[in-house]
């Protein structure tokens, strides 16, 4: 398996601008999680999915952002209008969940986005 | 709601020295907990993970960890470590009432000296 994918690596854009992260999940896996990496706050986890359905988006930062997931294997976080805060690296990770326990999370390569 | 603790955020080493990362959990129900790694400019890997069984549990590259039910920790343990090793790594804890959802540490940035 090739692993999570995610487009582009790298994003560089000026204030403003709409911003659309790509990441398509392991094949099979029903989660699919969104983070944030930041030198200042860390790791932090945006919205996840289960079966394309968000589950949790308390991690949402605001209205700005946006994330959906039509099908199994592709889902997408928008960032309009984005702002220089918002540059980060954006994990996108996928995982099963095991009958009666927990899968591991499996992580793609990020996306590095600089707002300029 | 469970959250995880990581003592040390900045650990340096010298070579061949040993290594423990402390992880301590707060959450007394059922637990899953993983280590991650996060090599210089590249996204998270599995280390290792516990679920049930053997609480010493070994990984990859010589890293082992030991969940200590009654400490409520899951400590990252390298008998001798490596220039290779210098990296970030998180603990991560699930737990029976959290979904498939992980909640990660903040992290301790080691460097192993030449």
């Known amino acids: 398996d090739a692993g999570v994918i995610q487009s582009p690596r790298h994003e560089v854009t000026e204030m403003g601008q709409e911003v659309t992260l790509r990441c398509k999940p392991i094949?099979?896996?029903?989660?699919l999680f969104w983070y944030r990496q930041t030198m200042m706050r860390g790791l932090e986890l945006l919205i996840y999915?289960?079966?394309?359905?968000?589950?949790?988006d308390s991690g949402m930062p605001e209205d700005r952002f946006s994330a959906k997931m039509p099908n199994a294997s592709f889902s997408t976080l928008k960032i309009q209008p984005s702002e220089p805060r918002d540059s980060a690296v954006y994990f996108c990770?996928?995982?099963?969940?095991?009958?009666?326990?927990?899968?591991?999370?499996?992580f793609g390569p990020g996306t590095r986005l600089t707002v300029l | 709601a469970q959250s995880v603790s990581q003592h040390n955020h900045h650990v340096i080493l010298s070579e061949a020295a040993s290594l423990e990362l402390g992880c301590n959990y707060s959450?007394?129900?059922?637990?899953?907990l993983f280590w991650y790694v996060q090599y210089p400019g590249q996204h998270l890997q599995l280390l290792l993970k516990?679920?049930?069984?053997?609480?010493l549990v070994k990984g990859i590259k010589g890293f082992e960890a030991e969940f200590i039910k009654s400490k409520f920790s899951f400590n990252l343990r390298k008998p001798s470590v490596q220039w290779s090793d210098t990296a970030e790594y998180f603990c991560?804890?699930?737990?029976?009432?959290?979904?498939?959802?992980?909640?990660f540490g903040g992290g301790t940035r080691l460097m192993v000296k030449p």
């Open positions: 990770a996928s995982s099963s969940r095991l009958a009666g326990g927990s899968d591991t999370q499996y």
């Open positions: 094949s099979g896996h029903d989660y």
């Open positions: 999915f289960n079966n394309n359905v968000p589950i949790d």
């Open positions: 959450y007394g129900g059922t637990v899953n």
């Open positions: 516990y679920f049930s069984g053997d609480p």
């Open positions: 991560a804890v699930n737990s029976d009432n959290a979904g498939n959802m992980l909640t």
